[in-house]
Nanobody
Framework: VQLQASGGGLVQAGGSLRLSCAPSGRTASTYTVGWFRQAPGQGRNFVAGIAWSAGRTYYADSVKGRFTISRDNAKNTVYLQMNGLKPEDTAVYYC?????????????????WGQGTQVTVSS
């Protein structure tokens, strides 16, 4: 499975972006997808995830109420809608796929990773 993440860019605080994660080699509905982010000098942290079983979603506390993860099976794409962006959301965002039924938070449970897309939020 190869994952292609896109949609990053530069936005002012309070603005919105939508990230996309398109897998190849397997349909998006058959695995759990997570979004992670890595700010400069920091580790990679879980942001949001959607389980392939029943489509349950999970979010980091820092993004609850602002970010929404969803899946469009017809387009075989997982999205991360980011609203109310803050400067502290600035990071490289990665999508990843897991074979687990539930959404794991630890990156070690994800077997496939995309290349990352930069999100920069200016104050």
């Amino acid at each position: 499975v190869q994952l292609q993440a896109s949609g990053g860019g530069l936005v002012q605080a309070g603005g919105s972006l939508r990230l996309s994660c398109a897998p190849s080699g397997r349909t998006a509905s058959t695995y759990t997808v997570g979004w992670f982010r890595q700010a400069p000098g920091q580790g990679r942290n879980f942001v949001a995830g959607i389980a392939w079983s029943a489509g349950r979603t999970y979010y980091a506390d820092s993004v609850k109420g602002r970010f929404t993860i969803s899946r469009d099976n017809a387009k075989n794409t997982v999205y991360l809608q980011m609203n109310g962006l803050k400067p502290e959301d600035t990071a490289v965002y990665y999508c990843a796929a897991s074979n687990l039924l539930a959404v794991p938070i630890a990156e070690t449970h994800y077997s496939y990773w995309g290349q990352g897309t930069q999100v920069t939020v200016s104050s």
